[in-house]
C-alpha cells in the first residue's frame, strides 16, 4: 500500500515524448487520444497494463496513483480531467456522475499534451477518518470535444466486508415472454451476480435455466431492473416461477412468482363459437313460435248449435 502526506503538493505533470511515427501524423479528429492508468501505480503495483485503479486504505489515509494521457497525433491537445463516483443505472449498467467526488483530487483539472508525448498525471484519494469499510467505485473522467473516456477508479476502505443481496418484485410478462426482476446489493462490496431459473407448472417442469453470470457489476447500495427473456413459454398452464441468485462471498437470494398462461386467441374463438350456436337455436324457437302462433289465427272456430235449435228439430 502506497500513502502519500495527508496534503497533496503541487506536483508537476511529466511529459515522456512518443516514438515519432514513420509518416507525418493526420490533424486530430478528437479520438486519437488514450487515457489509462500508469503502469506500476496503485496499491496492487504492476508493470503490465492495468485495466483500472485499484487504491485501498483505512479510514484516514491519503493514497496516490498516476493517470496516463498520450497523444499521438501531429497537433496540441488539452484535456478536461475530474473524478466523480459511480453508480449502476436503472439497467444495470456503469455510470458516472457530473458532481466531482470530494475524496479524489487531480494535480491539474487541465491538461495541455504538445504532439506525440504522453503525459503523466498524479492523483490522490483522501479516505475521510470516519468512511465506513467496504467499496466505493468511482472513476477519472478525461474530455475532450464531444468525446469522454471514463478510467474506473476502485477505491477499497479497508475493514470488515459484507456480500449481500437480494432478489425482488419478480413478475412474468406474458404479453413480452419475459421475466421480470429486481437485484439490490444489501452489502458494502460490488458483486457480479449468477442467475438461476426454474418454473414447474400443472404439467411438470416448464423452465430450467443453470446458473450464469450476468453482465452487471452490482455496485453497493444500488437496485437494478433486469429481464430474463423466456419467448417459447407453455400454451396451457399455471406455473410458479422462481430465481435463484448467488454472488461472491457467499451472498444468496430467492424470489419466487406465479403465472397463467392460456391460448385467449382460441378461447375467444371457441367462446364466439358457443355464442354464434346459441343465438341461431334462439332465432329457430322464436322462429317456431310465431309460426304456430300464425297458424293458430288463420284456423276457423267451431260452430256451436244451442239448445234451443236442437229442441226445434
Same mark, same amino acid.
Do not use: K
Given at each position: 500500500?502506497?500513502? !502519500? ?27 486519437? %487520444? =488514450? ?5 506500476? $501505480?496503485?496499491? @496492487?503495483?504492476?508493470?503490465? $497494463? @492495468? ?10 489515509? +491519503? ?5 496516463? #494521457? ?18 449502476? =443505472? ?5 455510470? +458516472? @456522475? ?7 483530487? #487531480? ?25 465506513? *469499510? ?6 477519472? =473522467? ?8 471514463? !478510467? ?12 449481500? #443481496? ?12 419475459? !421475466? ?21 407448472? &400443472? ?10 453470470? /450476468?453482465? &452487471? ?9 433486469? =429481464?430474463?427473456? %423466456? ?31 392460456? *391460448? %385467449? ?9 358457443? /355464442? ?7 332465432? #329457430?324457437? /322464436? @322462429? ?6 300464425? $297458424? ?18
Amino acid at each position: 500500500m502506497r500513502h !502519500i502526506r495527508p496534503a497533496l503538493p503541487v506536483l508537476a505533470l511529466l511529459l515522456c515524448a512518443l516514438p515519432a511515427p514513420a509518416a507525418r501524423a493526420a490533424p486530430p479528429a478528437g479520438g486519437q %487520444w =488514450t487515457a489509462a492508468p500508469a503502469s506500476g $501505480g496503485g496499491t @496492487r503495483p504492476s508493470a503490465e $497494463g @492495468r485495466p483500472y485503479f485499484y487504491l485501498e486504505g483505512a479510514p484516514g489515509t +491519503v493514497l496516490e496513483d498516476t493517470l496516463s #494521457l498520450s497523444n499521438p497525433s501531429g497537433a496540441p491537445l488539452t484535456l478536461t480531467l475530474r473524478g466523480a463516483a459511480a453508480y449502476n =443505472t436503472a439497467d444495470g449498467s456503469l455510470a +458516472v @456522475r457530473r458532481t466531482p467526488d470530494p475524496w479524489i483530487v #487531480l494535480a491539474s483539472p487541465e491538461v495541455r499534451i504538445p504532439p506525440h508525448t504522453r503525459a503523466d498525471v498524479p492523483f490522490s484519494v483522501t479516505v475521510p477518518a470516519g468512511a465506513q *469499510p467496504g467499496d466505493r467505485p468511482a472513476a477519472l =473522467t478525461a474530455a475532450l470535444g464531444g468525446r469522454e473516456v471514463d !478510467i474506473r477508479l476502485h477505491v477499497r476502505v479497508a475493514g470488515p466486508t459484507l456480500s449481500a #443481496l437480494t432478489v425482488e418484485s419478480v413478475r412474468v410478462d406474458t404479453s413480452r415472454g419475459l !421475466i421480470r426482476y429486481a437485484l439490490v446489493n444489501r452489502g458494502n462490496t460490488a458483486l457480479t451476480p449468477r442467475l438461476a431459473v426454474r418454473a414447474d407448472g &400443472v404439467f411438470g417442469r416448464a423452465l430450467d435455466r443453470a446458473p450464469r453470470l /450476468l453482465p &452487471v457489476e452490482l455496485l453497493p447500495a444500488q437496485r437494478v431492473e433486469l =429481464t430474463e427473456p %423466456w419467448p417459447h413459454p407453455p400454451a396451457l398452464d399455471r406455473v410458479d416461477v422462481r430465481l435463484d441468485v448467488t454472488a461472491g462471498g457467499g451472498a444468496h437470494s430467492s424470489a419466487t412468482a406465479a403465472a397463467s398462461f392460456v *391460448p %385467449w386467441g382460441a378461447v375467444a374463438g371457441a367462446g364466439l363459437a358457443l /355464442l354464434g350456436g346459441a343465438a341461431a337455436a334462439v332465432r #329457430l324457437v /322464436l @322462429r317456431r313460435r310465431r309460426a304456430s302462433r300464425a $297458424g293458430s289465427a288463420e284456423t276457423p272456430a267451431p260452430q256451436r248449435e244451442s239448445a234451443q235449435t236442437g229442441a226445434r228439430q
